[in-house]
């Protein structure tokens, strides 16, 4: 049985980096993509960013330059850091993975983890 | 490439036929998804190259199209489907949702 869980702090400070962890089991992170989506009642769901264990990595450019995804194969982990943070960053933030290649849709997707911006 | 899903709410009896559209300003082929979210859950895929069935998924739930207009189709409402309905594209980046449609009890 496939499952992956959010983890990490669920308040941070506006400037600051919100750090999220993905642990997955039941699937080997080097056999998948995986992807980070938020949810926020004003923007609806939005796509982070994806990586694949050789390095292939995307970001959606309305957060390029902020955001940073990496996984660590040993750990069957991936991570998310997201600097600079402000209070349009409050979202339900969910580690997915992809059905097949980058262009797969998500099958499996985390329980979710509500971050909120505030100082 | 924008999702424009309609309608963004419909009331609906047990039973009733449920039809969910979904126009995308670009032509994504088939690269194309259908989630379904309750309260407090996460999503779950449903249909998955525009018209194939997540496995598990019953069979009351069809999906259709391609390039730019897509459908997803309840044949027959069960209690247990009133839920928000969200389209997505795969075939370009960035990904992208429709802002969900809001399936309730008439």
């Known amino acids: 049985q496939v499952q992956l869980q959010e983890s990490g702090p669920r308040l941070v400070r506006p400037s600051e980096t919100l750090s999220l962890t993905c642990t997955v089991s039941g699937s080997s992170i080097t056999t998948y993509y995986w992807s980070w989506i938020r949810q926020s009642p004003g923007k609806g769901l939005e796509w982070i960013a994806y990586?694949?264990?050789?390095?292939?990595?995307d970001y959606n450019p309305s957060l390029k330059g902020r955001v940073t995804i990496s996984l660590d194969t040993s750990r069957n982990q991936f991570y998310l850091r997201l600097s600079s943070v402000t209070a349009a960053d409050t979202a339900v933030y969910y580690c997915?993975?992809?059905?097949?290649?980058?262009?797969?849709?998500?099958?499996?997707w985390g329980q979710g983890t509500l971050v909120t911006v505030s100082s | 490439i924008q999702l424009t899903q309609s309608p963004s709410s419909l009331s609906a009896s047990v039973g009733d036929r449920v039809t969910i559209t979904c126009r995308a300003s670009q032509g994504v082929s088939n690269y194309f998804a259908w989630y379904q979210q309750k309260p407090g859950k996460a999503p779950q895929l449903l249909i998955y190259a525009a018209s194939t069935l997540q496995s598990g998924v019953p069979s009351r739930f069809s999906g259709s199209g391609s390039g730019t207009d897509f459908t997803l189709t309840i044949s027959s409402l069960q209690p247990e489907d009133f839920a928000t309905y969200y389209c997505q594209q795969l075939g370009s980046y960035p990904r992208t949702f429709g802002q969900g449609t809001k399936v309730d009890i008439k």
């Open positions: 990586i694949y264990h050789t390095g292939n990595i």
């Open positions: 997915v993975r992809h059905k097949s290649s980058d262009k797969g849709s998500y099958d499996q």
